[in-house]
């Protein structure tokens, strides 16, 4: 009886055993990915707490965590350059998981470029990183980005300043903002982006037609603005970023806090807001009147991210009061050639913070939300965007009554669903589909300049690549539709018209890149875009305040219609790195302003320009050395050159930027564990004279395009760190030679010079709490 007890007890526990050693043989597969752009995380360490034992990715990101019994498992992810990861797992049999990790706020321009290679097709392109961002603050967007080589800027004194890339503006440029394309009258010349700078960690732009991905306004190219991926650890973080300016007594305070709740993983929201305040600026020798900024703008946002799914909503507020020189806007004829000729201000000015008419006041309302699934077959992304844009125009009157002469408002609401699939026989890509309803209304009794409107449209597009051993295989192709719906007012009693327009037409894109050795890279893009004419090229009529001319509409344009073909090579060494792009865009009706008569009016003399339409051929090359002379000094040299011709009547266009060179040198060193990334910086700029202008420039414009002129820059900062905390100090000193100089894309060049010597304090204040107990 014994022996029976004996073996049943044993055959009792080796079923035991057995069922334990089934149940703890379980396996997951773990993929570690970037947030941004899916690419596999190597090396990564993947821990488990529970089994205390540690996991090394392979190439593919890939680790199997085997030997696991059901239950509840708590995984951490350590990896170079990302930000700690913390996941919770139900084991209930063997599966699988993707898990992804965000880049850290400092390696976060990487991971922009490679999304958008991932992303897009194969484009030039420049890009502004979180570094760049902070030497720069206070600037505006526009002036930011002329450090881009290849983008110059089209201004209106020194307060509105707006991209040019390779030649083209306004309404050829599309601007991203936090993957929302912005809606704000960026049409006017004078109308800058309504962006705040310190929303963005990165500011890329990708030069050339970009349609296929963007929209067909991309002709010119595309600005992003992103801000950083909200944290995924629990705690706190933030910056306080402070600037002085000297020139026109500005100061700016913009101010950023961020939290990832304990309590509820993968809840995080972030708050952010930005105060701004100039007075009239100071050329070499006088103040300019009536020439201060005020800017207030404040954002939010809120992610709820789980491990295959999230959602987050976005919502930002934009508000500038923006003075206009009172010298560009004149009563005769008399009065605008005295103010052209004249070497100074004919306007005198001492300085003041308050603004005065002609002004505008501008304000900008985005709201974003936004939902992802990542599926088996690749992610869903699903994004809707209602934007608000106010703009009112104050004119010189007779008697103030305190009104606008102009009231815009513009509703935008665009839908956007798109699928990036995974590899399918080594293809893998994007396909989506776009919408976009936009309302356009004036203000009762307001002098017309653009009519009421209604716009609607929509887009669908596809992008493959292929990508082999050493070279990828790029194509997209995209089909849009654009309705108009206008009411313009025409003739003595201003009968209302109703206007009714369809544009419809295919974009299309090819782009081949090859590593030829591990140092050299080339890459050659063909690419077609189109564009319908804006309401405000078909129907303006009347004063355009800003850049202080009449402007005149032409209803029989026709959209515009573009080839462009862009080669660039890389090449990298020990010491020095080259890259050279070199582009060609032909555009077949090319919309532009043409200066005609000038033409007196109630509200004064001014300057006329008319739509029109030719066929033009931009052409040029962006090239850009480095040399690393030792490990702390490095020099940048850069050289922009274009030549835009009208090819209708065999001339050159008019109101292009001229050739451009730079030369910048910077000098860095960490003296100690206090004083860490001391530098001196000296930046030297040189703009030609814009020669290649139309024969009868002198029949329809006046006077001819300024000098060229020389710009030297220097700067000088260090990290100190006090009790762990950094605190990143700099002191720069724009036109240190205080050079008197005008700049042929400005408006107001017919009247004043460009803005004299500046000294600008900045200080950037980072903190970051990781504490256990946040909740």
């Not at 066929?615 to 040029?620: C, I, P, T, V």
Request: with cysteine.
């Amino acid at each position: 009886m014994f022996h029976k007890w004996l073996c049943a007890i044993a055959l009792l526990c080796a079923d035991i055993y057995v069922a334990e050693a089934q149940q703890c043989s379980l396996s997951v597969k773990v993929t570690v990915v970037e947030t941004h752009n899916f690419a596999p995380v190597f090396p990564a360490i993947v821990y488990v707490e529970e089994t205390r034992r540690a996991y090394e990715t392979n190439e593919q990101g890939v680790v199997k965590l085997d030997s696991l019994c059901p239950g509840k498992y708590t995984v951490h992810v350590e990896t170079a350059g990302h930000e700690h990861l913390v996941e919770h797992f139900s084991v209930t049999g063997n599966a699988s998981y993707r898990l992804k990790v965000a880049m850290l706020e400092h390696q976060l321009a990487e991971v922009h470029v490679s999304e958008e290679r991932h992303r897009t097709i194969l484009q030039s392109r420049g890009s502004l990183d979180k570094g760049e961002l902070n030497a720069n603050t206070g600037k505006s967007l526009g002036d930011m980005l002329q450090s881009v080589n290849g983008v110059s800027t089209l201004g209106n004194g020194a307060t509105i300043t707006k991209p040019v890339i390779h030649g083209l503006h306004s309404n050829r440029i599309l601007m991203l903002n936090n993957g929302i394309r912005q809606e704000d009258q960026q049409w006017g010349g004078e109308h800058a982006p309504n962006i705040d700078p310190f929303l963005a960690s990165n500011i890329t732009v990708i030069k050339g037609a970009a349609g296929v991905r963007y929209g067909t306004d991309a002709m010119g190219g595309v600005v992003l603005v992103e801000p950083p991926a909200l944290r995924n650890t629990p705690g706190w973080n933030g910056e306080l970023n402070l600037a002085g300016f000297s020139n026109n007594g500005m100061y700016v305070g913009s101010g950023m806090v961020e939290h990832a709740f304990k309590a509820v993983p993968g809840l995080a929201f972030r708050v952010q807001g930005t105060y701004k305040k100039g007075g009239n600026y100071r050329i070499p020798g006088h103040w300019v009147a009536n020439t201060g900024v005020r800017e207030t703008n404040f954002s939010g946002a809120l992610a709820y991210r789980k491990l295959h799914y999230g959602a987050e909503v976005f919502f930002s507020h934009f508000d500038t009061d923006l003075g206009l020189y009172r010298g560009s806007h004149t009563g005769s004829e008399k009065d605008l050639m005295n103010a052209i000729n004249s070497p100074v201000p004919l306007i005198p000015a001492t300085f003041t913070y308050r603004l005065e008419r002609p002004r505008q006041h501008v304000e900008h309302t985005l709201g974003k939300a936004r939902a992802y699934a990542d599926t088996r077959a690749g992610v869903f992304n699903l994004t809707y965007a209602y934007q608000r844009n106010f703009r009112q125009e104050y004119d010189v009157v007779r008697i103030d009554r305190g009104n606008a002469q102009l009231n815009l408002t513009l509703n935008t609401q665009t839908l956007n669903l798109n699928f990036d699939h995974k590899k399918i026989k080594g293809i893998e890509g994007q396909a989506g589909v776009d919408g976009i309803y936009q309302e356009n209304y004036l203000g009762q009794g307001d002098r017309i300049f653009i009519p009421n409107f209604r716009a609607w449209g929509g887009a669908a597009y596809l992008v493959e690549r292929y990508k082999a051993r050493n070279y990828t295989i790029e194509a997209g192709v995209r089909y849009d539709n654009r309705y108009y719906d206008v009411y313009n007012p025409e003739g003595n009693n201003q009968q209302v018209v109703n206007y009714k327009f369809h544009f419809s037409n295919i974009s299309g894109t090819l782009g081949f890149r090859q590593q030829l050795t591990d140092r050299w890279d080339w890459g050659l893009t063909l690419g077609r875009a189109w564009r319908a004419p804006q309401a405000s090229e078909l129907f303006s009529q009347g004063l355009h305040q800003g850049a202080a001319r009449i402007e005149v509409g032409n209803k029989n344009l026709r959209p515009e219609a573009s080839w462009n073909l862009n080669a660039e090579t890389k090449y990298t060494a020990k010491k020095w790195l080259a890259e050279l792009s070199l582009y060609s865009q032909h555009i077949s009706d090319f919309i532009y302003l043409a200066p005609g008569v000038d033409i007196l009016t109630i509200r004064g003399y001014f300057k006329r320009f008319d739509y029109r339409q030719t066929d033009a051929l931009l052409s040029g090359a962006d090239a850009t050395v480095t040399y690393q002379w030792t490990g702390s000094l490095q020099s940048t040299a850069k050289a922009s050159v274009l030549y835009a011709r009208d090819i209708t009547n065999r001339d050159w266009l008019i109101l292009m930027p001229a050739n451009r060179f730079s030369l910048g040198n910077k000098y860095t060193h960490s003296f100690s564990e206090r004083w860490q990334d001391a530098f001196v910086a000296l930046d030297a700029r040189y703009v030609a004279q814009q020669n290649r202008i139309p024969a009868n420039f002198d029949e329809v414009d006046y006077p001819r395009p300024p000098a060229a002129y020389f710009l030297l820059d220097a700067s000088i900062g260090s990290t100190l760190f006090i009790n762990k905390q950094p605190l990143h100090l700099s002191l720069s000193v724009d036109n240190l030679l205080n050079a008197k100089y005008r700049d042929y894309l400005d408006a107001f060049r017919y009247f004043i010079d460009q803005p004299g010597r500046n000294v600008v304090l900045r200080i950037n204040i980072p903190f970051n709490s990781k504490k256990s107990n946040e909740q």
